[in-house]
């Protein structure tokens, strides 16, 4: 079935350091693919989104690509901050409705 | 408006009580989930509503009863719950996908209730 695997946590890192979380989808179709971030004590929020092959989606200085050549949809940010520090979900959507998620990735950024 | 909101924020109930949490959101959306989430884990489907009707039940227990009452309210019944029903629970909406379509449509998700079941 359709599944999203994104690397295990956590991860630490300093302020202003470069940020990758892998993450990569299994689906029979082309999927829309997405990430999530979660802040403690709160709901997920949608940080950013790609619907088709080679789309970059970009939101508060994050990017990922859409790589249908290796299933990939890498979350990267070239500086991060303290406020960053929260648990990132990779998710698809392939059909009507329905998101899969994947295990969510948590970092920690420290001053 | 792009909120989706939950009441109440903290729950905490008996085994024998019965609660109900609920969800609005007032974005157009005419789809919307619950989801369960425990502590480290991402969200657990529960239902989905798609134009005020029920349309997935992830085989949830029927301790726990959804309700849509109109396409901007989303209900969810607790009844005779379980020590291990204590989670986050999530609501969230979203444009109603079709197939046919080359993308599927982001949800947008609320703050969540934290249950504490006793």
């Known amino acids: 079935g359709d599944s999203v695997t994104q690397m295990e946590g956590p991860v630490t890192l300093s302020e202003e350091a470069f940020l990758t979380i892998n993450c990569t989808y299994t689906?029979?179709?082309?999927?829309?693919l997405f990430w999530y971030v979660q802040y403690p004590g709160e709901g997920l929020q949608l940080l950013l989104k790609a619907t088709k092959a080679d789309d970059k989606g970009s939101n508060k200085g994050f990017e990922a690509t859409y790589r249908k050549e290796t299933t990939s949809f890498h979350l990267e940010k070239g500086s991060v901050q303290v406020s960053d520090s929260a648990v990132y979900f990779c998710a698809l959507s392939d059909r009507p409705n329905d998101m899969r998620f994947g295990a969510g990735t948590r970092l920690t950024v420290k001053p | 408006d792009t909120e989706v909101t939950q009441t109440p924020k903290h729950l905490v109930m008996g085994m024998t009580n019965k609660k109900s949490l609920k969800c609005e959101q007032h974005m157009g959306h005419r789809a919307m989930y619950w989801y369960k989430q425990k502590a480290k884990k991402p969200p657990e489907l529960m239902f989905v509503y798609s134009y005020e009707k029920l349309s997935i039940n992830e085989s949830v227990p029927s301790r726990f009863s959804p309700e849509c009452p109109n396409s901007s309210l989303l209900n969810l019944h607790l009844h005779a719950l379980q020590p291990e029903d204590s989670a986050l629970y999530l609501c969230?909406?979203?444009?109603?996908?079709?197939?046919?379509?080359?993308?599927?449509?982001?949800?947008?998700f609320g703050p969540g209730t934290r249950l504490t079941v006793l």
């Open positions: 969230a909406s979203s444009q109603v996908g079709t197939s046919g379509r080359n993308f599927y449509n982001e949800q947008f």
């Open positions: 689906a029979t179709g082309y999927p829309s």
